[in-house]
């Protein structure tokens, strides 16, 4: 009797697997299920296997990735494969890296959105209570301006993760773990030559965080980047929780620190709200010394970037985003402001 090839076993694995990816892609309650079920058991499990590598591991895999995809057919050329099989091993290389990457991490974008899963209604925009929104947030932003230094970079994280360990279970967020730590970048000219402050690694769960990020932005970018390894798929959502988590913090500077993370997007929707006037008004009621921070800021990534190799890279993920469901693209980080917005003022219970 002849032996059942264990390679159609295999397949029919990645062909079920495969199936489950697009049945959580049109079915959002299946993604919530994934989201809140399957994804703390896998980054759990994912992240603890390279939590004591220093490293950014993600990095080396995807590299190694293209090596084998590269370097598969001059293998089989040496060891005398033929074209078909080597056009089967080459499609199952993009199918383990599709299938790893969306089961390791990459369903969460196929979820119920913020509203949806937090019951939270989204408000439609009122001038009114734009204007009174940004008189709260500037006051806010002015009284929390501080020159105190911000505490270690472990005393951020630990301190993170306990106000993440807060929030209401409706929000759908995994639990946080002690032995989930940012790891640094390898390639950090790169990334700062386009702009990237930080990543979520979908392939070991790991974020990334850029060596170069001023100290002020620390705390706002690992916030969002753990809001990532924690299931947020959304930037916008993951901009929230970065804002909301670190003024709740004990610390003075990191207060500042996620004001001052917010202003970007606050100030890019009152320039498409607001007239001119209300506008100047608007940053004129803005301590001086924080919009010169800001200025420092813009200069210090501006002389980091490369424009051409910049735009290659935001046109390639705003294709990436909106394949996955995020329709605004890379607009969507902006789109923090209407979640801040729709805030019922007992939410954080």
Same mark, same amino acid.
């Given at each position: ?8 076993? &295999? ?7 495969? %199936? ?7 079915? #959002? ?6 989201? &809140? ?17 220093? @490293? ?17 057919? @001059?293998?089989? !050329? !040496? ?8 056009? =089967? ?6 199918? %383990? ?13 196929? =979820?119920?959105?913020?509203? /949806? =899963? ?7 925009y009122v001038e009114e209570d734009f204007h009174r929104f940004l008189t709260t947030y500037t006051d806010s932003l002015n009284a929390a301006c501080t020159t105190l230094p911000l505490p270690a970079h472990d005393e951020i994280e630990q301190e993170v993760k306990q106000l993440y360990a807060? %929030? ?7 639990? $946080?773990?002690?032995?989930?730590? $940012?790891?640094?970048?390898?390639? /950090? ?12 690694? #979908? ?15 620390? $705390? ?34 990191? &207060?500042y620190a996620g004001y001052f993370g917010l202003l970007p997007y606050v100030l890019s929707n009152a320039a498409g709200l607001l007239d001119d006037d209300a506008y100047r008004q608007l940053l004129q009621s803005i301590r001086p010394e924080v919009i010169q921070t800001l200025r420092e ?6 002389? !980091? ?18 394949? /996955? ?18 805030? $019922? ?5």
């Amino acid at each position: 009797m002849k032996s059942f090839p264990l390679r159609f076993v &295999r397949w029919g694995i990645e062909a079920f697997l495969l %199936v489950l990816v697009i049945l959580c892609r049109y079915w #959002p309650a299946a993604g919530e299920v994934y989201a &809140r079920y399957v994804y703390p058991v896998c980054s759990t499990v994912l992240s603890a296997l390279v939590a004591w590598i220093p @490293f950014s591991v993600e990095e080396w895999l995807v590299i190694a990735f293209c090596v084998l995809f590269i370097g598969l057919p @001059f293998w089989a !050329r !040496r060891k005398k494969k033929g074209w078909k099989w080597t056009l =089967r091993a080459e499609a199952e290389v993009l199918v %383990v890296v599709y299938l790893w990457f969306y089961w390791g991490w990459g369903i969460n974008y196929f =979820r119920k959105d913020f509203f /949806n =899963r937090s019951a939270i209604e989204p408000v439609a925009y009122v001038e009114e209570d734009f204007h009174r929104f940004l008189t709260t947030y500037t006051d806010s932003l002015n009284a929390a301006c501080t020159t105190l230094p911000l505490p270690a970079h472990d005393e951020i994280e630990q301190e993170v993760k306990q106000l993440y360990a807060q %929030v209401p279970s409706r929000f759908g967020l995994s639990s $946080p773990r002690s032995y989930q730590h $940012p790891k640094p970048v390898a390639f /950090n000219v790169l990334y700062s030559g386009v702009g990237v402050l930080g990543y979520m690694g #979908p392939f070991f769960a790991e974020s990334q965080l850029n060596r170069e990020l001023p100290p002020l932005q620390w $705390p706002f970018t690992y916030a969002h980047e753990y809001a990532h390894l924690l299931g947020v798929s959304s930037e916008a959502e993951a901009n929230f929780w970065a804002y909301q988590i670190c003024i709740r913090s004990q610390s003075p500077a990191v &207060r500042y620190a996620g004001y001052f993370g917010l202003l970007p997007y606050v100030l890019s929707n009152a320039a498409g709200l607001l007239d001119d006037d209300a506008y100047r008004q608007l940053l004129q009621s803005i301590r001086p010394e924080v919009i010169q921070t800001l200025r420092e800021k813009q200069a210090y990534w501006e002389e !980091r970037y490369s424009p051409w190799v910049g735009r290659i890279q935001e046109q390639i993920y705003d294709w990436y985003l909106k394949g /996955n469901q995020i329709s605004s693209g890379q607009k969507n980080y902006g789109e923090v402001i209407a979640m801040v917005l729709s805030l $019922p003022a007992d939410w954080w219970k």
